[in-house]
């Protein structure tokens, strides 16, 4: 399958930065870190048939061998374990959606297992507790309550799917380390494997969470025109909202889309704060390797929210700088309908919500501007 975009030209950054953002940032970013450590520190746990336990479960690979053979054990099997139980890998089909996963009710969460490539495991075992081993490419919310997505989140405001990639190795291998700390600083009994998801893997999931809320945030702006709905959820350490600071920024960076100050899909998506001055590019970008049918249309709802907003952004400005991105996301978009990939692998409430979008909200945007 196409690659549908890829937006990571070397070298180029957002035109502009905004004044407000280093201090939300450095807000936010604490904000983040103290939900995490609290849920480190609580003891807590999911139900035994979640699926990353259940993921766990299945590998049966000694973890009393060397970290570098132990991983390298895991990523030999990481693929059929995936498949056998119908979780999408870049080698195999599956059809796992899953519902009160990580998101709430009304809410596909899909699923994927790809393995990535790291350099230094004796270095990602030391830094266990702050791995982020799977991770989100994207998600329904759009507000900054630093909720965890632990399946009991009922607020929904853009969209029906959650996309959730697993890399079950560097799971796998920080469950290792975890279970070796915790057999050392817990003579009374050690913990379960349930209550490691819960306390650090879930947590851990927060940072993107927040970029991706961020995005979500401008986008869904853009399309309401500033109208978003207010969110009840709250965090359990009462950490103050950064909805209306954040605001600001998005109403300035919607203005600049607005009035023609647009350039290039990368140049936009450069220019969408994240934390830590992250690059959104980054966060949203598919990882190296050949796009196969068989996972390729998990990445396809990952960026649809994405390509929406840069299509119609593009189009309602006028704007004639992205005609070779334009042309790769029409022909990729055309692959994955024409083969009827997405009706061999979504149900059908989401399929008929993914091919309204694609055929409704992007396609007639592109190839016209106005």
Not at 27 to 45: C, F, G, I, M, S
Not at 84 to 107: E, V
Not at 153 to 166: D, E, K, L, S
């Amino acid at each position: 399958m196409r690659r549908i975009i890829n937006v990571l030209s070397p070298g180029v950054k957002a035109r502009d930065k905004f004044p407000q953002w280093p201090y939300l940032d450095k807000a936010l970013d604490k904000a983040v870190n103290e939900v995490q450590d609290y849920y480190h520190r609580q003891v807590r746990t999911v139900k035994a048939e979640h699926v990353l336990v259940r993921l766990l479960m299945s590998l049966a690979v000694p973890t009393q061998l060397p970290n570098q053979a132990y991983f390298d054990r895991v990523t030999d099997i990481a693929y059929r374990n995936a498949a056998a139980m119908r979780i999408p890998t870049p080698i195999s089909r599956g059809t796992l959606f899953t519902k009160n996963t990580f998101y709430g009710d009304g809410i596909f969460d899909v699923l994927a297992v790809v393995n990535e490539d790291h350099s230094n495991i004796n270095d990602l075992y030391a830094n266990w507790k702050w791995l982020e081993a799977v991770k989100l490419y994207r998600h329904p919310l759009v507000d900054l309550s630093l909720s965890i997505p632990d399946g009991k989140q009922p607020a929904r405001v853009m969209g029906n799917c959650a996309v959730t990639v697993i890399d079950l190795p560097l799971l796998a291998l920080q469950y290792k380390a975890w279970m070796e700390d915790n057999i050392l600083t817990r003579p009374d009994g050690p913990l379960t494997i349930e209550h490691f998801i819960a306390m650090f893997v879930i947590p851990n999931m927060l940072p993107r969470q927040t970029n991706l809320c961020i995005a979500n945030r401008i986008f869904t702006s853009y399309t309401l025109n500033g109208v978003l709905p207010a969110s009840e959820r709250i965090n359990p350490l009462s950490i103050p909202r950064y909805e209306h600071q954040l605001d600001t920024i998005v109403d300035e960076y919607i203005r600049r889309m607005k009035t023609n100050e647009v350039e290039t899909f990368d140049q936009m998506l450069a220019g969408i704060p994240q934390l830590s001055d992250g690059d959104y590019r980054k966060l949203i970008s598919v990882p190296e390797g050949p796009i196969t049918e068989p996972i390729g249309w998990v990445w396809l709802l990952a960026q649809l929210p994405m390509l929406e907003f840069l299509v119609k952004v593009n189009h309602f400005s006028g704007n004639q700088r992205n005609l070779s991105y334009l042309r790769d996301i029409r022909l990729a978009l055309l692959d994955y309908t024409s083969a009827k990939v997405l009706s061999r692998f979504m149900p059908e409430p989401l399929l008929t919500k993914t091919l309204f979008t694609i055929q409704s909200e992007i396609l007639p945007y592109i190839g016209q501007t106005k």
